[in-house]
Structures are given as C-alpha cells and as structure tokens.
C-alpha cells in the first residue's frame, strides 16, 4: 500500500474499516419492502424520455469545449464554464445517465466527446471538488463500461483530491483563501465516494481514510443542536479549532441554507453506504428529521431556497435542493425499516411529483434545453437566480433512475 498521504493517526483505524471500503455495495442491508407507484413509474419514464430530447437541444447550443451551467429565458443566453469550474461533470454524467435510460448512442458520444475536454482535470489540486467532476462523470462511464483508463483517471483524480488534506485540522480544504484560513463547506462530504472507489480498486486505504476523517470532523463541527448545518466553517490551520461558522450562499449565518441541508442529507447517506458505520446513518436520519420536519418545508416537498428566508411563503423555491434531497431520500429508506422507511419514501415521492410537473419540468425546446426550471445558485451574490441549473438536472435524472429502480 502506498501511504505517502497518510498521518500517523491513520493507524490507529480498525482494519475492520478498510474491509467494509474494499466491499462497499455489501456494506448495508437494503430492508425496504416498499413497491414503487406505477403511476409515478411511468411518470419517471416519461420525464426521462423528455430529459432525453431536452439535452441533445442543450448539445446543440453547447459551444466546443465548454460545459453547461445554466440559462437565462430573458436574454436567450446560455452560461458555460471551462472544464476548471466544479459543475463539469454534470453534463456528462447525465448525459450517461440518460444514455442507461433510452439506449441512444447519440447522447453516449456526446458525454465521451465532453469527457475529453474533461479529463485534464485530474491533475488539478486547486479544487476540493472533484468529486462532482470527475467521479459523477468518469464514475458513470466506468461503471457502464468498466476500462483501465477509466480507472485510471479516476485515482489520479482521487489522489488530486487528497493533496487538498490537512491532518490538523482533519478535513479536506474546500475553497481557497489567506494562509491563516481553512475553508470547509458542507458540499465537501459530496466529493468523497471518489475516495472510497479508490481504495476499492486500489487496495490503498489511505483515500477511505481520508474520508471517514473528513467526515468525521464534518459532523463534529457543522452541525447545529437543531441538526441542520452551516454552510462554511473556518478553521485554523494551525491548531486545527474552529475559528468561525457562516454561510456563502444562505439567507444569513445562522439560517438552514436549503441546498446545504441537502447535500449533508445525501453526504451522510452515502458514507453510511461505504463504511456500513451506524453513526452515519444516525446523522443522515437526523437531518432528514429537520428538513421534513420543518415548519417552513411546503406541503408540496420543494424546499424554498433557505428555510429561514424573510418572507416565506412568498421567497423562490429551490429545485436543484429538492432534487438532491429526493435521491438522497430513496436510498436512505432502503437502510432503515417501517414507518420511517415508508415516510423518506413518500417524501422522496412528492417532490418527484411536484419536480415532474409543468410548473418545473421545461417545455419541449425550452429552457435552454436544461431540464428543470427555478433553482437558485447564490441569492447573496445574486448569482443564477431563479434559473436551471446543470446540477439540478443531474440530480432529478438520478431521482428518477432511482425511483425507477427503487429495491431492485
């Protein structure tokens, strides 16, 4: 094994731990017994068919070489980024996505075409978020169609990503800034399945390690008495201390930023997966409990953009949040029993109704050729404001796979 990014109290792990990463599929059981709603089935086929034909009306417009962010009807225009910026692998990851859904070789090439202007990424370490570049793109493909060169882009990308570690403050360091700060979002706990596949292919436990590290420093540190998470933590890089707790994106510093909650809620989910370690999935449970719990959650399941926004009802709702909070959803009822499966479920159900209706789901030709309408990147900044979002759509498609394929 190489452990060249590995701190001594790394050694200190159970064994037990690098055996659950090396099996991560048999890690937990899938208990649920719940059968999927034909009418809502047949919903998801019909939305992924519509996806389908939305995106090669996005391939079309996509400029050589650049990568879809999100649309403005106002203006027609159409908002790309460079491979370099952390939405990247939306684009080919549903598109892959898609492709498993209807077979057509058309959106295949497509995501191997983007692919290529986005491989380089793999060496680069000035982003935490790689994870979402590199493993919701390279991941699919390699899981559909497993090759060497997949795998192999896919641990450099790993080993990019773990440069990002620090073992004082035991986390990875999202976004960049003075020297005398160390940056961790909560999005961070998304970039870690990368970590767990590489030690599964590698035999090298220092990526799961990593992880579970960051992870627990995450949950420590980010999470209020009530459950529900800050955006940004602070901490010091020299003692490792918390140094201050805000948000980026949120109504305000003390405020339940939407799509914060969500990505914590699948984050969590995802480690209880890998690891098989009930304390994820206790932490996953609790923040189901806040966001679905919570007074200023509409009936309709479509979260509004921060819980504690002035104003509610009348504030934007968040697609992009809610459909994260769907897939997160149908996976986190299959690890736990009765009534509490059957609520994440029913939950999961909703905002997969209300997503595929018209108030949401973009005319044929329309949008852009983005899928979903009104989410909201940054509301402080005034940045992609009730618009699509690539990430939006990503997640809804996966939602809709999931709800699809719900305990088989």
Same mark, same amino acid.
């Given at each position: 094994?190489?452990?060249?990014?590995?701190?001594? =109290?790394?050694?200190?792990?159970?064994?037990?731990? %690098?055996?659950?990463?090396?099996?991560?599929?048999?890690?937990?059981?899938?208990?649920?017994?719940?059968?999927?709603?034909?009418?809502? &089935?047949?919903?998801?086929?019909?939305?992924?068919?519509?996806?389908? =034909?939305?995106?090669?009306? @996005?391939?079309?417009?996509?400029?050589?070489?650049?990568?879809?962010?999100? $649309?403005?009807?106002?203006?027609?225009?159409?908002?790309?980024?460079?491979?370099?910026?952390?939405?990247?692998?939306?684009?080919?990851?549903?598109?892959?996505?898609?492709?498993?859904?209807?077979?057509?070789?058309? @959106?295949?090439?497509?995501?191997?075409?983007?692919?290529?202007?986005?491989?380089?990424?793999?060496?680069?370490?000035?982003?935490?978020?790689?994870?979402?570049?590199?493993?919701?793109?390279?991941? !699919?493909?390699?899981?559909?169609?497993?090759? /060497? /060169? $997949?795998?192999?882009?896919?641990?450099?990308?790993?080993?990019?990503?773990?440069?990002?570690?620090?073992?004082?403050?035991?986390?990875?360091?999202?976004? #960049?800034?003075?020297?005398?700060?160390?940056? &961790?979002?909560?999005? #961070? +706990?998304?970039? %870690?399945? +990368? @970590?767990?596949?590489?030690?599964?292919?590698?035999?090298?436990?220092?990526?799961?390690?990593?992880?579970?590290?960051?992870?627990?420093?995450?949950?420590?540190?980010?999470?209020?008495?009530?459950?529900?998470?800050?955006?940004?933590?602070?901490?010091?890089?020299?003692?490792?201390? &918390?140094?201050?707790?805000?948000?980026?994106?949120? $109504?305000?510093?003390?405020?339940?930023?939407?799509?914060?909650?969500?990505?914590?809620?699948?984050?969590?989910?995802?480690?209880?997966?890998?690891?098989?370690?009930?304390?994820?999935?206790?932490?996953?449970?609790?923040?189901?409990?806040?966001?679905?719990?919570?007074?200023?959650?509409?009936?309709?399941?479509?979260?509004?953009?921060?819980?504690?926004?002035? !104003?509610?009802?009348? &504030?934007?709702?968040?697609?992009?949040?809610?459909?994260?909070?769907?897939?997160?959803?149908?996976?986190?009822?299959?690890?736990?029993?009765?009534?509490?499966?059957?609520?994440?479920? !029913?939950? =999961?159900?909703?905002?997969?109704?209300?997503?595929?209706?018209? /108030?949401?789901?973009?005319?044929?030709?329309?949008?852009?050729?983005?899928?979903?309408?009104?989410?909201?990147?940054?509301?402080?900044?005034?940045?992609?404001?009730?618009?699509?979002?690539?990430?939006?759509?990503?997640?809804?498609?996966?939602?809709?796979?999931? $709800?699809? /394929?719900?305990?088989?």
């Amino acid at each position: 094994m190489n452990f060249n990014y590995k701190c001594s =109290a790394f050694f200190l792990v159970a064994f037990s731990l %690098l055996q659950f990463a090396c099996s991560s599929s048999e890690n937990v059981q899938q208990q649920s017994k719940i059968t999927p709603d034909n009418e809502v &089935v047949q919903l998801a086929e019909e939305n992924l068919e519509k996806a389908a =034909a939305q995106y090669k009306v @996005l391939m079309e417009r996509l400029p050589e070489g650049r990568f879809p962010k999100t $649309y403005y009807a106002e203006k027609d225009s159409l908002e790309t980024s460079g491979s370099e910026w952390w939405v990247s692998g939306f684009y080919p990851g549903t598109l892959l996505y898609l492709y498993e859904e209807t077979g057509d070789e058309q @959106l295949l090439n497509e995501a191997m075409r983007i692919m290529k202007v986005l491989e380089k990424e793999k060496f680069n370490t000035d982003t935490h978020d790689l994870g979402f570049m590199m493993f919701d793109s390279f991941g !699919n493909a390699y899981r559909i169609n497993p090759s /060497e /060169e $997949y795998k192999d882009i896919i641990i450099q990308s790993a080993k990019s990503l773990i440069s990002r570690y620090d073992p004082k403050v035991g986390a990875i360091r999202s976004w #960049n800034s003075k020297p005398e700060d160390f940056l &961790v979002i909560i999005d #961070n +706990m998304m970039n %870690l399945d +990368m @970590l767990f596949w590489a030690t599964e292919q590698t035999g090298d436990s220092t990526y799961y390690n990593i992880a579970v590290e960051h992870a627990n420093t995450t949950m420590e540190n980010h999470f209020r008495e009530d459950n529900s998470t800050w955006h940004v933590l602070n901490y010091d890089p020299e003692t490792g201390e &918390v140094q201050e707790k805000k948000t980026a994106q949120g $109504y305000s510093d003390e405020s339940a930023w939407a799509r914060g909650q969500a990505w914590g809620l699948y984050g969590y989910t995802d480690m209880y997966r890998e690891t098989g370690d009930e304390k994820y999935l206790e932490q996953a449970n609790k923040i189901a409990d806040f966001i679905f719990n919570h007074p200023n959650m509409p009936e309709d399941k479509v979260a509004y953009w921060d819980f504690n926004a002035p !104003n509610i009802p009348d &504030v934007l709702r968040d697609a992009s949040a809610a459909a994260i909070m769907a897939s997160a959803l149908l996976e986190l009822s299959e690890y736990v029993e009765g009534e509490k499966s059957q609520e994440y479920f !029913n939950n =999961a159900e909703q905002i997969i109704r209300t997503l595929s209706t018209p /108030e949401y789901v973009a005319a044929p030709g329309t949008n852009g050729g983005f899928i979903l309408k009104h989410s909201v990147g940054s509301l402080p900044a005034d940045s992609e404001v009730d618009v699509p979002l690539t990430y939006g759509d990503y997640y809804y498609v996966e939602a809709l796979k999931r $709800y699809k /394929e719900y305990g088989k």
